[in-house]
C-alpha cells in the first residue's frame, strides 16, 4: 500500500490552523497512525487508530478519516510544533508503508 | 518508564555486517513485538521488519530479505537487527520500536533513540 501527504510543505502562522493529508492508495480502515519528527530525534506516535490521541499528546491534534483519506489537524499551532509528521498505515502487510512526510514550519 | 534504549553509533566499510542492540525496559518484553525502521540522511522512513518478543517469529521487508536477521534475548529484554552485506547506501539512522500490541498491525507506541550506521570505505 503506498501512502501519499500533502502537502509537502506547509507554513502556519502561530495560532492557526493546520490541515495536513495523508492518501492511502487502497483501504486501510481506521488502521492510520501520525507520529511527530523533530529534528535530531526519534519519531513520536501522535496518533493511532486514525483519531485516537496516544498519551500525553495535547487536545490541539486530531486524527479523522477512514478508508484511504485521513487527516491530521493541528488547531492552533505552535512554536513547539515545528516538525516533520509521517503517516503510516498497518493495516496491510507486509510492508508497513510510510508516507513521505509533511514539513511544518512557522510562517 | 517504558523505553528502548540502542547501542551506539557504528562505522563500517561497504561488505561488512553491522548489529544493533536495543534494550527494552519497563515492560513485559514478551507481550510486544518490536519493529525496525531505518531513515537515510534527510529522507523519510523505512520500514525494515519485524521479531516477535513472544515466540520469536521474524518477518523482514522483501528488499532486505536474505541480508538481514532480526531476533530477540528474552533473558536480557534485548532485540537485536544484524545487516550484512554493507554499501553505501546502507548509511542511515536506524531504529527501534515497540508494536503496542503482539503483532505488526498495532502502531508504534515507543522508540528508540536510533542508532547512526556509517558506511564509507
Known amino acids: 500500500i503506498v501512502m501519499t501527504q500533502s502537502p509537502a510543505t506547509l507554513s502556519v502562522s502561530p495560532g492557526e490552523m493546520a490541515t495536513l493529508s495523508c492518501r492511502a492508495s487502497?483501504?486501510?480502515?481506521?488502521?492510520l497512525a501520525w507520529y511527530q519528527q523533530k529534528p535530531g530525534q526519534a519519531p513520536r506516535l501522535l496518533i493511532y487508530?486514525?483519531?485516537t490521541r496516544a498519551t500525553g499528546i495535547p487536545a490541539r491534534f486530531s486524527g479523522s478519516g477512514s478508508g484511504t483519506e485521513f487527516t491530521l489537524t493541528i488547531a492552533s499551532l505552535q512554536s513547539e510544533d515545528v516538525a516533520v509528521y509521517y503517516c503510516q498505515q498497518y493495516n496491510n502487510w507486509p510492508p508497513l508503508t510510510f508516507g513521505g512526510g509533511t514539513k511544518v514550519e512557522i510562517k | 518508564q517504558i523505553q528502548l534504549v540502542q547501542s551506539g553509533a557504528e562505522v563500517k566499510k561497504p561488505g561488512a555486517s553491522v548489529k544493533v542492540a536495543c534494550k527494552a525496559s519497563?515492560?513485559?518484553?514478551?507481550?510486544?513485538?518490536i519493529g525496525w525502521v531505518r531513515q537515510a540522511p534527510g529522507q523519510g522512513l523505512e520500514w525494515m521488519g519485524w521479531?516477535?518478543?513472544?515466540?520469536?517469529?521474524?518477518y523482514s521487508a522483501q528488499k532486505f530479505q536474505g541480508r538481514v536477521t532480526m531476533t530477540t534475548d528474552t533473558s536480557t529484554t534485548t532485540a537485536y537487527m544484524e545487516l550484512r552485506g554493507l554499501r553505501s547506501d546502507d548509511t542511515a539512522v536506524y531504529f527501534c520500536?515497540?508494536?503496542?500490541?503482539?503483532?505488526?498491525?498495532?502502531?508504534?507506541?515507543?522508540w528508540g533513540q536510533g542508532t547512526l550506521v556509517t558506511v564509507s570505505s
Open positions: 487502497q483501504s486501510v480502515s481506521s488502521d
Open positions: 487508530g486514525s483519531s
Open positions: 521479531v516477535s518478543g513472544f515466540n520469536r517469529n521474524t
Open positions: 520500536a515497540r508494536h503496542s500490541g503482539t503483532s505488526p498491525i498495532h502502531a508504534f507506541d515507543i
Open positions: 519497563g515492560y513485559t518484553f514478551n507481550r510486544y513485538s
